[in-house]
């Protein structure tokens, strides 16, 4: 079992940054890959990236691409989204996900690969 906590959302201005962090209470976290979804009101949820169980393999989504950078620190357990540039469309509440993986370069895009989840952290962009 995996427990996943997320932290670190906000209100930012438009072209500013936020760094979201993913707790996970796994001794063996390591051995998980992470995937962060995000979800506006009214649309569903969507994959933004994901990062491998050691942290040398990362898959982002078109939209955010060259602005998302994702990372992790396994002796902290805890994952990390940094958001820079962010635009009004970034607005959602984002979602840390798990699923046991120790593939150096395995691309899961799908709410359904993955097994835990996190409660969710607010992000609101203003213009």
């Known amino acids: 079992q995996v427990q996943l906590v997320e932290s670190g959302g906000g209100l930012v201005q438009a072209g500013g940054s936020l760094r979201l962090s993913c707790a996970a209470s796994a001794r063996t976290f390591s051995t998980y890959a992470v995937g962060w979804f995000r979800q506006a009101p009214g649309k569903e949820r969507e994959f933004v990236g994901t990062i491998n169980w050691s942290g040398s393999f990362t898959y982002y989504a078109d939209s955010v691409k060259g602005r998302f950078t994702m990372s992790r620190d396994n002796a902290k357990n805890t994952v990390f989204l940094q958001m820079n540039s962010l635009k009004p469309e970034d607005a959602a509440v984002y979602y840390c996900?798990?699923?046991?993986?120790?593939?150096?370069?395995?691309?899961?895009?799908?709410?359904?690969?993955?097994?835990?989840w996190g409660q969710g952290t607010q992000v609101t962009v203003s213009s």
């Open positions: 996900a798990a699923r046991a993986s120790t593939a150096r370069a395995s691309i899961a895009v799908l709410t359904t690969d993955y097994n835990y």
